[in-house]
């Protein structure tokens, strides 16, 4: 049963009547929209791009990161387009633009540093694995996937933080599981609320249907795959950071691998979390 000051919430509510909600990020939209017109080329949405320069600047950082580890330097977006493609270009957009948004939470409830800290490593560590998994999706659809798979945890802190800190703090001190706990107190979990925002925002259903199936592991579907990449990745940078054990049957892989994975996402975070969050 859901607590009680939240009588028949639903995950749809909480998203209504904010507009840093319910308004998706409009240049990723006009930058989709530009690519995937036949009579606009890649000059032109390098100019959407060009428009807000403080992207611009983060993007090209970006892109001569060791993310790519490009052997010389790219100084423009249009240039950078060519390199990395459209599909890739539209997923850091999104990322950043989204980093943005989402850190900005009151200071005591949810450290965003930490949150988005663990939120990257996820994601990198999901562009990893996918690598080494026989998958049809590809790789920059499992990083962003993996990057904002516990998005719903910020919109709780945003729109029910006394009842996101009851959670937490019951998870604490208790060790119970956080996603029965949120369902017990709230009604239902964060992975549906992330895929509820997702799904208002219109983004590609590879991330809405990743979000939801994160907390069921034994459901099937087109995005069953990468919704087993990402929870396995998410297992995998917790072990790293917090040095804990942990099941990763799941994730397919040998010890050396999953060392490597380690080991290469621990050399490329450091420099990708300061360009992705500048905010210290």
């Known amino acids: 049963m859901p607590h009680s000051d939240s009588p028949n919430l639903t995950a749809a509510d909480l ?7 319910t308004s998706p990020p409009a240049i990723y939209f006009e930058l989709k929209k530009t690519i995937e017109d036949p009579y606009k080329s890649i000059i032109d949405a390098g100019e959407i791009i060009n428009k807000d320069p ?23 977006i249009s240039h950078a387009i060519t390199l990395i493609g459209t599909q890739e270009l539209q997923n850091l957009v999104l990322s950043t633009l989204i980093i943005d948004r989402f850190s900005m939470l009151p200071n ?3 450290s965003m540093h930490d949150f988005w800290a663990m939120s990257l490593r996820s994601a990198l560590t999901a562009k990893e694995l996918a690598a080494h998994w026989d998958t049809n999706e590809n790789d920059e659809a499992i990083f962003i996937c ?62 809405s249907e990743t979000i939801a199936l994160h907390a069921h592991p034994d459901s099937t579907g087109r995005y069953q795959t990468a919704a087993a990449i990402v929870r396995s990745a998410n297992r995998i940078a917790k072990m790293a950071f917090f040095d804990t054990e ?27 979390f300061n360009i992705f969050y500048p905010h210290r």
């Open 15 to 21: 998203l209504k009547g904010d507009l840093q909600l």
């Open 54 to 76: 403080a992207l611009s600047i983060r993007l090209l950082k970006l892109v001569n990161s060791a993310f790519f580890g490009f052997p010389s330097r790219i100084v423009t």
């Open 108 to 110: 005591g409830m949810l």
């Open 146 to 207: 993996g990057l904002l798979h516990e998005i719903g945890k910020l919109v709780f802190y945003r729109r029910i933080p006394e009842l996101a800190r009851e959670v937490g703090l019951l998870v604490e001190s208790t060790n119970a599981d956080e996603i029965e706990t949120e369902r017990s107190i709230i009604g239902f979990d964060h992975y549906e609320t992330g895929a509820e925002l997702a799904k208002l925002w219109k983004l590609p259903e590879i991330i």
């Open 246 to 272: 942990t099941d990763l049957s799941e994730a397919g892989i040998s010890d050396e691998q999953l060392s490597n994975i380690i080991d290469k996402v621990h050399d490329q975070f450091e420099e990708i």
